[in-house]
């Protein structure tokens, strides 16, 4: 399998569909843990953070889905 570009998008060259991208950030509702979400997000990647501050990852949240991707927080007390 192949994996292409196509704009902003990763498309599998092999059946012409896009491919979804994930990433992890740790650290990511303050500095440049948060500036990193909101590039990835505006990059076409799907965001999963972690942070202390829920109140911040709401605001972050809402602003990667205002980039068109989804994003969710995961609170210090991930295991």
């Known amino acids: 399998m192949r994996v292409g570009e196509r704009g902003r998008v990763a498309v599998d060259s ?3 569909r896009p491919v979804r ?4 950030v740790t650290g990511a509702t303050g500095g440049i843990g ?3 979400v909101l590039r990835l997000a ?3 990647f799907d965001v ?6 829920q ?3 709401g605001d972050l949240i ?8 989804s994003a969710a927080h995961c609170g ?3 295991r």
């Open 14 to 16: 092999s059946v012409g």
């Open 21 to 24: 991208r994930s990433v992890l």
């Open 34 to 36: 948060a500036a990193t």
């Open 42 to 44: 505006g990059a076409g």
């Open 48 to 53: 999963i953070g972690t942070g202390r501050s």
């Open 55 to 57: 109140e911040k990852a």
């Open 62 to 69: 809402a602003a990667a889905a205002a980039r068109g991707r």
């Open 76 to 78: 210090g007390g991930c």
